[in-house]
């Protein structure tokens, strides 16, 4: 092999003196020796490896498409290498940018994050009201009112019928005076209404984490690309498409694809017509956060129990 010359392969391998095997094998050797050659300088023996291994299922075809003409072989392979160590770059980038992206959290509990804001907000702004106003709420009241004050706690909850747990729902069936098993049923036959929603919005969460995911991985491929190459702008492309996807979706989540049943639904299994329930659910916004009254409604009721013992 060691007699053979590189611009002597394609003659050798067409009249059949060798074969496509040690055409590879030479053409593996020639490239691995001498890297600096075919522009191959900047990769480590590592890297050339895993470049060669991506690329010797093409050496032969190179051979194939060379014609004899005035251009000699050398070139010709140089220019071949150049191409595909392009694709194997391209690769390496999407590769790197995809394993960046994984190691990025922020693509899985992105929601969480924007939940937790969200709940900090409120906590922060209305939690000292809640404190403030409790006694007050339930010493002063006249009784329609604290009627009133159930029947808007029950709505609040079936709208939240998949936020509560367990605990939480003896505290409400208690606090509305409503027995606990009836209570259950309302919220487990509300939670089975909700189901294909909730279906929907996991599909619309995978659609907006893919979109995510490919919207970092462009990202992270532009900041290694050159800007003046047409790649880059295909990849800006790319990235723009995803980042826009990313937002739409998003935006449909806050607005569309929300696990809570309607109006209708909360109206036809508690009972209560529906513009009453459309009414309380319309001022929800400006009232305070109902699990925290319900949580300090039972530890006033617990103290109070304790002090009438006493």
């Not at 023996?45 to 014609?67: A, P, R």
């Not at 294909?196 to 900041?223: I, V």
């Not at 209708?264 to 305070?288: C, D, N, P, W």
Request: proline share 2%; with cysteine.
């Amino acid at each position: 092999m060691q007699q053979i010359q590189i611009t002597q392969i394609p003659q050798l391998l067409k009249t059949k003196k060798i074969t496509e095997q040690t055409a590879r094998n030479f053409i593996w050797e020639e490239i691995f020796n001498n890297p600096r050659k075919y522009g191959l300088c900047t990769l480590t023996e590592d890297q050339l490896s895993e470049f060669l291994l991506f690329g010797s299922s093409v050496f032969i075809q190179y051979v194939k498409n060379y014609t004899n003409s005035s251009i000699n072989f050398t070139i010709f392979l140089r220019a071949c290498i150049k191409h595909t160590y392009k694709n194997w770059l391209k690769r390496q980038i999407k590769a790197k940018a995809g394993e960046q992206c994984l190691q990025d959290q922020s693509i899985f509990d992105f929601e969480y994050r924007q939940e937790k804001m969200n709940e900090d907000y409120i906590e922060k702004n209305h939690s000292f009201q809640t404190k403030r106003n409790f006694s007050k709420t339930l010493d002063n009241m006249s009784k329609k009112k604290q009627e009133i004050l159930k029947e808007f706690i029950h709505i609040c909850a079936c709208k939240a019928c998949n936020e509560i747990d367990p605990a939480m729902l003896k505290n409400i069936s208690e606090f509305l005076k409503m027995n606990h098993e009836h209570f259950c049923r309302e919220i487990e036959e509300l939670k089975l209404r909700t189901a294909c929603k909730r279906s929907k919005r996991n599909f619309m969460l995978e659609r907006r984490n893919r979109a995510f995911f490919f919207h970092k991985r462009s990202l992270f491929e532009l900041s290694k690309i050159d800007p003046s190459s047409s790649y880059y702008n295909t990849v800006s492309e790319k990235y723009e498409n995803q980042t826009n996807s990313w937002k739409n979706i998003n935006s449909l989540l806050k607005h569309r694809f929300v696990v809570s049943p309607t109006v209708a639904e909360i109206s036809k299994v508690t009972g209560i017509k529906k513009r009453r329930v459309s009414f309380f659910l319309t001022h929800r916004q400006k009232t305070l956060n109902f699990m925290p009254f319900i949580e300090n409604a039972q530890n006033y009721k617990e103290q109070n129990g304790k002090n009438d013992d006493e």
